[in-house]
């Protein structure tokens, strides 16, 4: 299944898991894993299909600007979240069934992942 959209079979061997119609859209759906914060409440984020660094340089503004709170995805698995951009524009963030009733933690720890500069997690 589309790892996108989940509605329609994905291209086999398409590099993002995606189908016809996702991939035409340029549409590209990232995983993240979030963790506890270290040393505090609140929830950080411990690995990405995308680097700190792009995360910063693609989607910090549009992060800071998010306003909506994140959609719940059955199909993610405990404590991870998914950002869906469409050709560089943020169009979803939603996040495991786990996370549901944390919706300011996870744009938190977006946020602050957002913030960093480094190459890898
Ligand atoms: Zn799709």
Same mark, same amino acid.
């Given at each position: ?29 990232? !995983?993240? #894993? *979030?963790?506890?914060? =270290? +040393?505090? $409440?609140? @929830? %950080?984020? &411990?690995?990405? /299909? ?36 469409? !050709?560089? #524009? *943020?169009?979803?963030? =939603? +996040?495991? $069934?786990? @996370? %549901?009733? &944390?919706?300011? /933690? ?16």
């Amino acid at each position: 299944m589309c790892r996108v959209c989940q509605k329609r079979p994905e291209i086999p061997e398409e590099r993002h898991g995606r189908c016809e119609a996702c991939a035409r859209a340029g549409r590209i759906a990232y !995983r993240f #894993r *979030l963790a506890s914060a =270290r +040393g505090g $409440p609140g @929830l %950080a984020v &411990r690995a990405g /299909e995308m680097s700190p660094r792009a995360l910063r340089q693609k989607l910090r503004e549009q992060l800071a600007a998010w306003n909506q709170p994140p959609g719940t995805r059955r199909q993610l698995g405990l404590h991870e979240v998914e950002l869906v951009v469409a !050709r560089d #524009r *943020l169009e979803t963030v =939603r +996040g495991a $069934p786990d @996370l %549901a009733g &944390r919706p300011d /933690e996870v744009m938190e720890a977006l946020r602050t992942a957002a913030e960093r500069t480094e190459a890898a997690w």
